[in-house]
């Protein structure tokens, strides 16, 4: 049962830019609430296909001082190097818990910095089948939890540092059917700041074990209005893949062409020098099937013009005089 005396510390609310009203964020099964940060940083990325590279405990680096530094820790203590580092954490499931960590703190609340909920119920806020709440389920959800709780976020100037856990602990019983997460106050100013963007997730539930795509969403929907080209580097520092630059290039076109092919967003690659770019014309994020897709000047311009010439030619190659086929069509009167 939610508790509604816990006063939420997550911000979701914001005023429109247009009208000035204050507009509430929703944080259900079917959007999210994101930081802007957490979603163009490669922090959840997709699962390595690579057995060997699959079974080594791998550590991620990730130089997140750029988003991270506008925390009012970072600011006051003068910190000016941020860096994140910890396990993968994959699309398939790592992103639902945490996703379905953020659901649960707004719908159950938080009590000194600790949510507290059902197994039952936490399996639900991450959008998994709570019918499925056998061992499997329980160890990948354990596992999650473990991953989420590894990273680390470092902050550091040349005389001091601060470090912290994206998750500070995780605990849960089955037996008792409880769960339980503390979460790190201060770092719940990403939800404070004007950087956020609500995630719809019905792209993410169209585009099941295609983690490539998941993730370009994720950052993709990040992105201002009217974005500016984004190049094939990005996207591949965004998916943060080991493999080689080629494979790497195969598997980013191939996530944007399933992004296209579910209606999320219609696109453009070109080249820029050596460089390769992406010209995203617009995004969809509800899918909505009767968007009215922006035509792009390339192709209005090459329009293949008629060669009248070449069809008289045939015409009368076959017998058929041009002027009394135009006069018979003329004098045709449509049918009502």
């Not at 993709?220 to 080629?246: C, G, H, Q, W």
Request: some cysteine; charged content about 30%.
């Amino acid at each position: 049962m939610t508790n509604k005396n816990n006063e939420l510390p997550l911000n979701l609310q914001e005023t429109d830019k247009t009208t000035g009203e204050i507009v509430k964020l929703d944080v259900n099964s079917a959007s999210t609430v994101q930081p802007v940060a957490l979603m163009r940083l490669g922090l959840f990325v997709p699962t390595l296909k690579s057995t060997s590279r699959r079974k080594t405990n791998r550590k991620n680096v990730t130089d997140a001082t750029d988003e991270l530094v506008q925390l009012s820790i970072a600011r006051s203590e003068g910190y000016n190097d941020v860096k994140i580092t910890g396990s993968r954490l994959d699309m398939d499931t790592d992103f639902k818990v945490w996703l379905g960590i953020i659901r649960s703190m707004s719908e159950y609340g938080v009590k000194n910095d600790t949510l507290e909920l059902s197994f039952v119920d936490f399996i639900k806020m991450c959008g998994f089948d709570s019918r499925r709440s056998n061992k499997k389920m329980r160890d990948r959800i354990s596992n999650s939890l473990f991953k989420l709780a590894s990273v680390t976020l470092k902050f550091q100037s040349e005389t001091k540092g601060w470090t912290t856990h994206l998750v500070q602990s995780a605990f849960y019983d089955i037996n008792e059917d409880v769960v339980e997460i503390k979460a790190e106050p201060k770092l719940f100013e990403l939800y404070h700041m004007d950087r956020r963007v609500l995630l719809r997730l019905k792209a993410i539930d169209a585009l099941q074990r295609k983690e490539s795509a998941q993730a370009l969403y994720t950052y993709i929907e990040s992105l201002p209005l009217n974005p500016a080209p984004i190049s094939m580097k990005r996207m591949r520092d965004r998916l943060n893949l080991t493999s080689s630059v080629y494979t790497q290039n195969h598997t980013v076109r191939k996530a944007m062409e399933q992004l296209r092919d579910i209606g999320y967003l219609d696109y453009t690659e070109f080249k820029r020098g050596q460089a390769t770019y992406f010209s995203v014309h617009y995004r969809n994020p509800k899918l909505i099937s009767s968007t009215v897709k922006v035509p792009r000047k390339e192709e209005s311009e090459k329009a293949p013009e008629q060669n009248y010439d070449e069809i008289i030619k045939a015409l009368k190659a076959a017998g058929i005089d041009p002027k009394k086929l135009a006069k018979a069509l003329t004098s045709m009167k449509p049918e009502n």
